[in-house]
């Protein structure tokens, strides 16, 4: 009898875990696991791994058929794909951590035209969910109002041919690092305290093309062509690469060290 409730405690605490672990990943994986449960008691057909193919049906139908209608009520919507904007990770769309206000595609296509003629591609990554202000996207606390995107620094091969490959396979975590004679704002922030600045370390889910190099005129040029758009508010970089790229426009800022370091990507938002 007591085996039988303690059982039944752990899969309620297992399911809550699982419920919150969803809902902070996705959204909205919380709902369609609660969903999926209901639905996988309902249904009485005998079926390996039943629940895990019902709430992949659920979540997919969910991500690509419902969300993006009820996003538009939010006031947001997907970032558009082009042959020169994309994701990083495919990962990203199917978390939904996608989305977008309108003003901020209008941005990437406004990008997007300065580019035109060159080889750069606007490689985007966390950006915002599709519902609710104040809703954060972790581990970004301010990516909470659609107005918030990161993108992806440009990389090129040792010949300088520009590439839209990337160094860790999220998208965060390589870091291109201060040169001895420049500030080292990581060392910085961490003497002062604030450890957290370092951690995108421990995003990267592995590092691949590590032949590439950082390229100062396609980030640069990337930079300048964001800086054209009349709805960019700011662009945090990390100090030692704004100076590098001798880019002096005071909307591109410093973050704060509460902030985590921008050396392994470009974080823009809107006015
Ligand atoms: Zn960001």
């Known amino acids: 009898m007591t085996v039988a409730i303690n ?11 699982f419920f919150i672990f969803l809902t902070v ?23 390996r791994f039943k629940a895990i193919i019902i709430f992949i049906v659920l979540y997919l139908i969910a991500t690509f058929s419902i969300v993006p209608f009820i996003a538009s009520i939010f006031g947001r919507e997907k970032v558009i ?7 990083t990770n495919y ?31 606007i490689r985007y990554l966390d950006a915002n969910f599709p519902f609710f202000n104040n809703f954060p996207l972790l581990p970004h606390l301010s990516h909470n109002d659609g107005k918030k995107i990161d993108i992806s620094l440009i990389y090129e091969t040792k010949e300088g041919i ?13 870091f291109e690092k201060p040169n001895k004679n420049e500030i080292n704002q990581t060392e910085n922030c961490i003497k002062r305290g ?69 050396d392994d990507h470009i974080h823009i938002q809107l006015k």
Request: charged share 25%.
């Open 194 to 262: 604030y450890f957290q600045y370092d951690y995108p370390k421990y995003l990267t889910f592995g590092e691949i093309n590590k032949n590439l190099k950082f390229s100062l005129k396609g980030t640069k040029k990337l930079v300048t062509s964001i800086l054209k758009s009349k709805y960019l508010g700011k662009i945090f970089i990390e100090p030692h690469l704004k100076k590098r790229m001798k880019l002096r426009d005071n909307r591109i800022r410093f973050h704060g060290c509460k902030a985590v370091r921008h």
């Open 162 to 174: 520009i590439t839209d490959k990337q160094k860790s396979i999220s998208g965060y975590g390589v």
């Open 91 to 121: 990962a990203t769309v199917l978390l939904n951590r996608n989305y977008v206000a309108p003003q901020l595609n209008r941005l990437l296509k406004e990008t997007q035209r300065e580019l035109d003629g060159t080889n750069i591609t």
């Open 81 to 87: 794909h082009s042959e020169k904007i994309k994701p």
């Open 7 to 17: 059982r039944k405690i752990i899969r309620i605490i297992l399911n809550v875990l």
């Open 25 to 47: 990943l996705t959204q909205i994986g919380g709902i369609v696991f609660l969903v999926s449960l209901l639905a996988t008691k309902m249904w009485k057909i005998n079926l």
